[in-house]
């Protein structure tokens, strides 16, 4: 039989009994460090030319480019659900492309007419627009190429067009996910100077060069024509230029700071979220979504439950927003939870 000096000298078990903690859904629920909630998701939307389609996008199953007509209900749908921010990308008919992106600085273009129909629909909601050369781009590049190089401070004062573009349609929030060097600076000055100085910037900072942006590239039509990314997307085997590029981007007027993938960069996220003194946000890619959905196609895995856990993840690394594809999903599942 123990004493009660054998019990406080062990320091540890069985005073100390984690699972006291566990022993009920109250008590679990009570202990709870992290939750999620519909507010901290950005729903990424991909817009295309046309009326009333839905476009299925084969390795992103159950996700869909969408007309302006159906951009309309989409977004309504999302704020009921609780959802703060939509993240716009359009998908630009080939004919469109150039080297330059000529199409992106078009006041009437696709994307400036989706900022429009979303304001219309539901003002209320915060309107980020993707802002990178990529999907107008006859090479797939995120920036002007000449003689197979990315030029930087060029691209930059095109993104700076774009993004005053973006502002004057009634975008709310401009999110550069380009990684040319000095372009938040560029773009924060041309917004101030236009007059947009409540337009607000989320970077990309930490934007490697990851496999798994294929979905989108398939989605948007946007993959590189040649070579890869790798002289402006990170590497993935580095953490403190992640944190140097958002400490970068923070002076020079970001508003908020995103890490792009998600799960395999979590370290990354909460480096970054311990650094900078803004909103970090972390995009759980294409790629990641594709892997869930594949998984629970297969009846590997119980997909509501792999979103949740998943999701939970960037919330514990430090993320305050989150940029998802299940966006809608996990918003019905916290409501049904709640209720
Ligand atoms: C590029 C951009 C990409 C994504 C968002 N912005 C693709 C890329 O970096 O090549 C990918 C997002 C996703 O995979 O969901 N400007």
Redo the contacts with the bound molecule.
């Keep these: 039989m123990s004493t009660k000096a054998d019990l406080t000298s062990s320091g540890g078990f069985p005073i100390i009994r984690g699972r006291r903690l566990r022993v009920s859904p109250a008590m679990r629920e009570m202990t709870t460090e992290h939750r999620l909630h519909p507010s901290m998701f950005i729903a990424?939307l991909f817009v295309i030319e046309g009326k009333n389609t839905k476009s299925p996008i084969p390795s992103m199953p159950g996700y869909f480019r969408v007309t302006l007509d159906i951009l309309k209900k989409e977004v309504k749908e999302l704020y009921k659900l609780g959802i703060c921010s939509v993240l716009l990308f359009v998908k630009v008919p080939d004919e469109l492309k150039d080297n330059s992106g000529t199409e992106a600085l078009n006041p009437d273009g696709l994307m400036q007419r989706a900022v429009k129909t979303v304001k219309e629909a539901q003002p209320e909601l915060v309107v980020m627009t993707?802002v990178?050369l990529?999907p107008y781009s006859s090479y797939g590049h995120?920036g002007i190429v000449e003689n197979s190089i990315i030029l930087n401070d060029p691209t930059s004062e095109v993104l700076a067009k774009m993004s005053v573009s973006h502002a004057q349609a009634g975008a709310d929030v401009v999110a550069p996910?380009?990684m040319m060097d000095g372009r938040i600076l560029t773009i924060r000055q041309s917004l101030e100077s236009e007059g947009f100085v409540d337009t607000g910037i989320m970077s990309?900072s930490a934007?490697y060069a990851s496999c798994?942006?294929g979905?989108?590239?398939d989605a948007l039509d946007?993959a590189p024509g040649f070579g890869d990314?790798k002289t402006y997307?990170m590497n993935p085997a580095n953490i403190q230029e992640a944190v140097r590029e958002a400490q970068l981007d923070e002076q020079e007027g970001a508003d908020i700071i995103m890490v792009?993938p998600g799960l395999p960069y979590l370290d990354v996220v909460r480096a970054v979220s311990e650094t900078v003194n803004v909103p970090v946000s972390a995009?759980h890619?294409?790629?990641e979504y594709a892997m869930i959905k594949a998984a629970a196609e297969k009846g590997w895995l119980d997909e509501q439950q792999a979103i949740m856990e998943t999701l939970i993840g960037f919330k514990r690394a430090g993320a305050g927003l989150i940029a998802t594809y299940f966006a809608a999903d996990a918003a019905r599942m916290i409501k049904e939870s709640l209720s």
Excluded: I
């Design positions: 990424p993707d990178a990529d995120d996910s380009d990309y934007n798994f942006y979905p989108f590239r946007s990314k997307q792009k995009y890619v294409s790629g």
